[in-house]
């Protein structure tokens, strides 16, 4: 029973570890590129926005990831028109 217990903790702080990682990569990503494609006024910003924003990117990387490849395949969609 305990096992069980351990086993599912450690399994719970693996994956939360995963995804902490996955974020914090998109966030630099984000930070760089995708900030500007989903909101133009984010373009031409300096580092410290860049690193403000980076924390809420990491944490909400799977929403914004969705957003910004919407955004690509929108943009893509009308270039094509």
Avoid at 34 to 48: F, R
Avoid at 67 to 74: I, N, Q, T, Y
């Amino acid at each position: 029973m305990l096992s069980d217990m351990v086993f599912l903790a450690t399994s719970l702080v693996w994956v939360l570890m995963a995804y902490a990682a996955a974020g914090v990569v998109f966030a630099v990503l984000f930070a760089i590129r995708g900030a500007a494609v989903l909101d133009g006024g984010a373009e031409k910003t300096t580092i410290w926005f860049k690193a403000l924003i980076m924390p809420g990117a990491a944490a909400l990387w799977p929403l914004l990831l969705l957003r910004w490849l919407a955004r690509v395949r929108e943009e893509r969609g009308r270039g094509r028109s």
